[in-house]
């Protein structure tokens, strides 16, 4: 698909694109194209060409840049640049993993995930779904994958004007599909699962929790399918995995089944209540994992998710064991790196637990962060020990 049509842009939105950000909002956007979403040409209003960009017409981030260039943006075009984001990831030592991540790549609001022989994709702005034709035979050139299936249920859709859907595009991509990571293995839900079937951007750090873990009891709050919880098990001597969703501890079971681990206790429970009566026992753990769902949606809901994630690490360090190691981390954006140190410095003083800093870490290396694209850098983790 070639560029159409052409928006005229501010200085302000030129210097964003110049400054290495990939948006440009509707505020700074002088004349709009005529056509639909799509793709097309920039321009500031001397008429100097800028590149070529996503268009929403519906969305507040109303230009996204692909290239600085003149080029035809056709479906070779996005077969190139997949196939190089590829590349990128040779090495990584699983079978499930994120070929492209977005404005991290360089490609924005196009997310691809591998799982296995399927890939399962997401085309979440308007401008990129025009293109989608070029979009998916460039994945398919590039990856060649057993089948290919649009995860296009992502409530960002609805800020473009779009449907949330589910689409199968060609092949067949099962319900469950088995992965393998460090020598894991795990059932992955391409049609149902959280974002496109897995948790792919904590791998690099469930491998990292499992190198520093305790061979005593080990705490994973917020388990979900189990990802951490397996890990930890060929380690520790028993796993509590915790999760209020019977269904996706029913899945744990079986994953720890595929690996033949026996030592896991899979526990429905809210987890908040949980740590609250774990501590009241004065029951303690080597290993305590805290994996909590995005608390804060919004910059108005920061105050009280900082409340929550205080709540919950304070109660995690209580329940630490001499030498033990605590995890945890937020994937909430609102919540940068500084305020969320901020906050386990709080909760550490409350706790009255003196705890040594082991590692900084944010999402693996298949999930790139731009330092000037703060948007690509949502997951932060922290790796603590007691040493009281």
Not at 57 to 75: F, H, M, N
Not at 177 to 186: H, K, N
Not at 203 to 230: I, K, Q, T
Not at 308 to 327: P, Q, T
């Amino acid at each position: 698909m070639s560029a159409v049509s052409t928006a005229i842009v501010s200085a302000k939105g030129a210097a964003r694109w110049q400054a290495g950000h990939p948006w440009i909002y509707r505020t700074d956007v002088y004349d709009e194209p005529r056509d639909s979403a799509g793709i097309v040409s920039v321009a500031d209003r001397r008429g100097r060409h800028l590149g070529q960009a996503l268009y929403s017409p519906k969305s507040e981030i109303r230009l996204r840049l692909l290239t600085r260039g003149r080029e035809p943006i056709d479906a070779g075009w996005w077969g190139g640049r997949i196939a190089a984001r590829a590349a990128r990831r040779a090495g990584i030592a699983a079978t499930a993993y994120r070929i492209v991540h977005a404005e991290g790549d360089g490609l924005p609001s196009l997310v691809v995930d591998r799982y296995g022989p399927y890939v399962v994709a997401q085309l979440l702005s308007a401008g990129i779904e025009q293109a989608r034709a070029d979009v998916v035979a460039g994945i398919r050139t590039a990856l060649a994958p057993a089948g290919l299936l649009l995860r296009n249920d992502v409530a960002i859709r609805r800020h473009e004007g779009l449907p949330l859907e589910v689409v199968p595009v060609f092949g067949t991509v099962p319900d469950a599909v088995e992965v393998e990571e460090d020598g894991i293995r795990y059932l992955a839900a391409p049609r149902t699962g959280q974002k496109t079937g897995a948790f792919l951007d904590q791998r690099e750090n469930r491998a990292l929790v499992a190198r520093h873990a305790g061979p005593g009891r080990a705490l994973d709050l917020f388990a979900y399918h189990g990802s951490f919880a397996l890990h930890l098990a060929r380690r520790a001597t028993t796993v509590t995995a915790v999760d209020s969703s019977g269904e996706a501890l029913a899945r744990g079971a079986e994953n720890a089944s595929l690996n033949g681990l026996a030592n896991i206790t899979w526990r429905e429970a809210n987890a908040f209540d949980l740590a609250r009566e774990l501590e009241r026992r004065d029951e303690t753990f080597d290993t305590v994992v805290l994996d909590p769902p995005a608390f804060a949606k919004t910059k108005q809901s920061v105050p009280r998710a900082l409340a929550g994630y205080k709540e919950i690490n304070l109660r995690a360090m209580r329940l630490l064991s001499s030498g033990g190691v605590l995890f945890t981390c937020s994937c909430s954006y609102h919540v940068n790196r500084a305020v969320f140190a901020e906050m386990l410095a709080d909760a550490a003083r409350d706790s009255g637990r003196r705890l040594e800093l082991v590692a900084l870490t944010g999402a693996g290396r298949d999930h790139p962060e731009l330092v000037n694209v703060p948007e690509t850098g949502y997951l932060k983790g922290v790796l603590l020990r007691a040493v009281d």
